[in-house]
């Protein structure tokens, strides 16, 4: 079973940029599919992006592409979500999740097995 702590969460204002990185631990890193959600005040959780095992293919939600990118370092066991020119709408608690299931980038939630306690991002307009 593999255990995941995000961290890089913060206040910003529109326009800025922060990094979330994921480490990982009580696993084999590279055998997960790692996905990014999050989740705001009285709404669904979402997902952002995921990457596969190798880190060769990446999937976004259509509301980050062109501004978010996700990327893994299967050495040093982390997951990371570059994220620019952010909106206020970004605003939300973020988890980094894995998913048994390599062959596959899984956008749902449902479909991942282990996830993070969560860092808040807090966009100003």
């Known amino acids: 079973q593999v255990q995941l702590v995000e961290s890089g969460g913060g206040l910003v204002q529109a326009g800025e940029s922060l990094r979330l990185s994921c480490a990982a631990s009580?696993?084999?890193?590279?055998?997960?599919?790692m996905g990014w959600f999050r989740q705001a005040p009285r709404k669904e959780r979402e997902f952002v992006a995921a990457?596969?095992?190798?880190?060769?293919?990446?999937t976004y939600a259509d509301s980050v592409k062109g501004r978010f990118t996700v990327s893994r370092d299967n050495v040093k066991n982390t997951a990371v979500l570059q994220m620019n020119s952010l909106e206020p709408e970004d605003t939300a608690v973020y988890y980094c999740?894995?998913?048994?299931?390599?062959?596959?980038?899984?956008?749902?939630?449902?479909?991942?097995?282990?996830w993070g306690q969560g860092t808040q991002v807090t966009v100003s307009s």
């Open positions: 009580g696993g084999t890193f590279s055998r997960y599919t």
């Open positions: 990457i596969s095992w190798s880190g060769g293919r990446t």
């Open positions: 999740a894995a998913d048994r299931r390599i062959g596959y980038l899984n956008t749902g939630a449902r479909a991942y097995d282990y």
